[in-house]
């Protein structure tokens, strides 16, 4: 589907906010599920304090989010603007740009967090029970970077061209991934929160490669040639003064997620850190819709915005807000209505006793089945 199929400045407008903010939201969704999913194979199988561990690098994932985010948004809001103008050669070098951005910005985290392991974890909190699983947990994950911010940059540039359900699958390919290499890694080979980790990266290697196929391959209203790679410092510029406001977001929440660890570490041990990586992962399914209808009307602000319809991008607004508030709204009865079912999802015992008893079913379906075979004809 080509920008010109999209009436931005036309169209029906709600059904279009519709149209891509919830493809934005889920891809958020998918986004901090690596996480989560993690949580809860760790939390079921491998005990308090391996969640502990995992769940004091919880500020760690915020980071990564922040610099990606920045240079995504940013770059796919120029992006737009630059299409509503019908320059073409700026939408390619706003790609190139944001590109570079991501890549140089997520290099450079990854440097920082493996020169300074051990001093980053104790500022997130990490008691003596779960610091092994942590270190383990967060020098894989740290690895990542790079691909964690290479998927959502794919998937905002294929969204913002018009294609809002394939930009959401390049995060969903690496959300399925994750889910079944949890269960592979965790269950089946026992490696831990080293096999929730290992997941988390092969999700995110290939929704990396499946966005830049998908980039690359003439899927999306980007062209690629090796002129739009080269650094311009003001559109850099403005693709980070676009973004920047993602980028604080994501690192209050980060810094939220670290102050309490830090102190449930020190007063509440493994368990009340268990209980907020709990907490926390439900807030984020509260909190990425209305994030993801903010990512998901950019493309019809960029547009107007930049062919000048200005009372569209205010009626844009508007409904997104009432819309934001609406669906944030339901999210957050469901919370209080049914807490215990939500909560049961993440913690040990529902989902470890009922694999516990089918394996034991099978096995003395197994040992059966070798006793008859023995018996005389």
């Known amino acids: 589907m080509n920008n010109t199929q999209v009436d931005y400045r036309n169209g029906p407008l709600f ?3 519709l149209r891509f903010s919830i493809p934005a939201a889920v891809s958020l969704l998918i986004t901090a599920v690596y996480n989560i999913v993690d949580r809860m194979f760790v939390g079921n199988f491998n005990g308090t ?6 769940s004091v690098c919880f500020p760690l994932s915020y980071m990564m989010m922040a610099f990606g985010l920045m240079c995504s948004a940013g770059g796919s809001t120029c992006f737009s603007l630059f299409s509503g103008q019908g320059d ?3 939408m390619n070098r706003a790609f190139g740009n944001a590109f570079v951005l991501v890549c140089g910005f997520e290099l450079l985290l990854t440097v920082f967090l493996l020169a300074l392991t051990d001093p980053l974890l104790q500022l997130f909190g990490v008691t ?3 610091c092994p699983y942590a270190v383990v947990y967060y020098r894989i994950v740290a690895l990542g970077c790079l691909f964690q911010g290479l998927s959502q940059l794919f998937c905002d540039f294929v969204r913002v061209s018009g294609k809002p359900i394939l930009g ?3 995060t969903g390919t690496g959300a399925v991934t994750n889910i079944l290499l949890d269960a592979l890694f965790i269950i089946v080979f026992d490696w831990g929160v080293a096999g929730a980790a290992a997941a988390t990266v092969t999700g995110q290697i290939l929704s990396a490669l499946f966005g ?3 980039v690359l391959g003439g899927h999306s209203q980007v062209k690629v040639s090796r002129d739009i790679f080269r650094p311009r410092k003001r559109l850099s510029a403005n693709i980070l003064s676009c973004g920047f406001a993602f980028w604080v977001a994501q690192m209050a929440m980060g810094f939220i997620s670290l102050v309490y660890n830090s102190q449930l570490g020190r007063y509440g041990g493994d368990i009340a850190i268990s209980v907020y990586a709990v907490i926390s992962s439900i807030m984020t399914f509260v909190i990425m819709p209305a994030s993801g209808i903010s990512q998901g009307i950019q493309p019809i602000l960029g547009n107007n915005y930049g062919s000048g319809s200005y009372k569209r ?3 844009t607004f508007r409904l997104a807000t009432a819309l934001s508030v609406g669906v944030t709204c339901v999210i957050w009865l469901a919370v209080l209505i049914f807490p215990r079912q939500i909560n049961g999802i993440f913690f040990v015992q529902p989902i470890s006793d009922l ?3 089918v394996l034991s079913v099978v096995l003395v379906w197994q040992e059966q089945r070798r006793m008859y075979a023995k018996l005389p004809a």
């Open 313 to 315: 991008v205010m009626q």
């Open 15 to 17: 059904p279009m906010i």
């Open 88 to 90: 073409t050669k700026r």
């Open 168 to 170: 959401m699958c390049v």
């Open 128 to 130: 003596e029970t779960a």
């Open 49 to 54: 304090s391996a969640l502990a561990g995992l």
């Open 212 to 214: 830049a196929f998908l």
């Open 355 to 357: 694999l516990a008893t």
